[in-house]
C-alpha cells in the first residue's frame, strides 16, 4: 500500500496550519477538490499529485539498509482570487507569487512535514510560473495560480512473507 493518501493529508495539514491556520482551512483547501476557489475568501489551495510516484529500495541515491523506499510528489496550487485583489489580474498575479514565497519559506522549516509518520525528508523543488485560470462553464479568468512542488522521501518496514499462503 502507498503511503501518498497519509503524504497528502500531511500536506495539507501542515498548509492548514500556515499563519496559525489564518489563510487556509477546511473551506478553502483540498485534496484535487477545484470547487474550494469558489468561497468567498481571497486565498485558496488544492493538493494534488505533480509526477508519478516511486518504489524501491534505493531512491535518490540513498540506501534503505532493509526498508521500502516511496518517494511522493505532492503539489500546492496556490491560488488568488481575481475579484477580490485590488487593481485585477496584475495584482493577483503578485499577490499568488507573493503567498507562493511565503509558503515555500513556511514549508522548509518541516523538513519531514511536521514530523509525518515514515517521512524521512520532505523538500520544495520547485515553484511553477503563474498563471490565470477560469471556470471551466465560462471563459472567465477567475483566479491566478502559482504551483508549489515538493518531493518526499518514505521508508518502511515490511512484513516479508516467503512461499505460499
Keep these: 500500500?502507498?503511503?501518498?493518501?497519509?503524504?497528502?493529508?500531511?500536506?495539507?495539514?501542515l498548509l492548514r496550519s500556515y499563519q496559525s491556520g489564518a489563510v487556509y482551512g477546511v473551506n478553502n483547501s483540498g485534496h484535487y477538490d477545484w470547487s474550494v476557489r469558489n468561497g468567498d475568501r481571497e486565498h485558496s489551495a488544492v493538493v494534488g499529485m505533480w509526477q508519478r510516484s516511486q518504489f524501491g529500495d534505493t531512491l535518490n541515491g540513498r540506501a534503505a539498509f532493509g526498508k521500502r523506499q516511496?518517494?511522493?510528489?505532492?503539489?500546492?496550487?496556490?491560488?488568488?482570487?481575481?475579484?477580490?485583489?485590488?487593481?485585477?489580474?496584475?495584482?493577483?498575479?503578485?499577490?499568488?507569487?507573493?503567498?507562493?514565497?511565503?509558503?515555500?519559506?513556511?514549508?522548509?522549516?518541516?523538513?519531514r512535514l511536521n514530523n509525518a509518520t515514515n517521512v524521512k525528508r520532505a523538500e520544495v523543488v520547485g515553484m511553477g510560473v503563474p498563471e490565470l485560470i477560469g471556470s471551466p462553464r465560462s471563459e472567465r479568468v477567475t483566479h491566478a495560480r502559482v504551483d508549489v512542488d515538493l518531493q518526499v522521501l518514505c521508508e518502511i518496514t515490511l512484513d516479508v512473507v516467503e512461499g505460499a499462503q
Design 70 to 111: 516511496e518517494m511522493h510528489y505532492p503539489r500546492i496550487s496556490l491560488l488568488v482570487a481575481i475579484g477580490q485583489a485590488e487593481n485585477g489580474d496584475d495584482a493577483a498575479v503578485i499577490a499568488a507569487i507573493d503567498r507562493a514565497s511565503d509558503v515555500i519559506v513556511y514549508l522548509n522549516r518541516y523538513q
Design 1 to 13: 500500500m502507498s503511503l501518498y493518501p497519509a503524504i497528502a493529508d500531511a500536506t495539507l495539514t
